[in-house]
């Protein structure tokens, strides 16, 4: 049974940083895209960034344009986690935030909720202004 659990969410002041953490059991992610998506209140999940493995050393990443320049995708393929550092965070930035592994090696990077099979059960970010 493959299971996601992401670590490192909680409230911050507008400005400052987190690091978000999401470790995989049962499934290794090598070779296997991952992403970070998030949901505000009334709105549709959107992806953050997402970063796929191409060869265990080449790795494409896209990013929201909202976060560009202030938030930064990573994997540790060797611990079977990934990470999404969050700088310069805004009161926008809050959201309950889901990791996600997609199940098929692609040679891109996929960016659709649909392309992703299995799904952390979240964590809350709040930015305080």
């Known amino acids: 049974q493959v299971q996601l659990v992401e670590s490192g969410g909680g409230l911050v002041q507008a400005g400052g940083s987190l690091r978000l953490s999401c470790a995989a059991s049962g499934r290794t992610i090598s070779n296997l895209p991952v992403a970070w998506f998030r949901q505000a209140p009334g709105t549709e999940r959107e992806l953050v960034a997402a970063?796929?493995?191409?060869?265990?050393?080449?790795?494409?990443?896209s990013y929201a344009d909202s976060v560009k320049g202030r938030f930064t995708i990573s994997r540790n393929n060797a611990k079977n986690t990934f990470y999404l550092d969050m700088n310069s965070l805004k009161p926008e930035d809050t959201a309950v935030y889901h990791c996600?592994?997609?199940?098929?090696?692609?040679?891109?990077?996929?960016?659709?909720?649909?392309?992703?099979?299995?799904w952390g059960q979240g964590t809350q970010v709040t930015v305080s202004s």
């Open positions: 970063v796929s493995d191409q060869d265990g050393n080449t790795y494409y990443t």
């Open positions: 996600a592994l997609a199940q098929d090696f692609t040679p891109s990077v996929p960016t659709m909720r649909e392309a992703y099979h299995y």
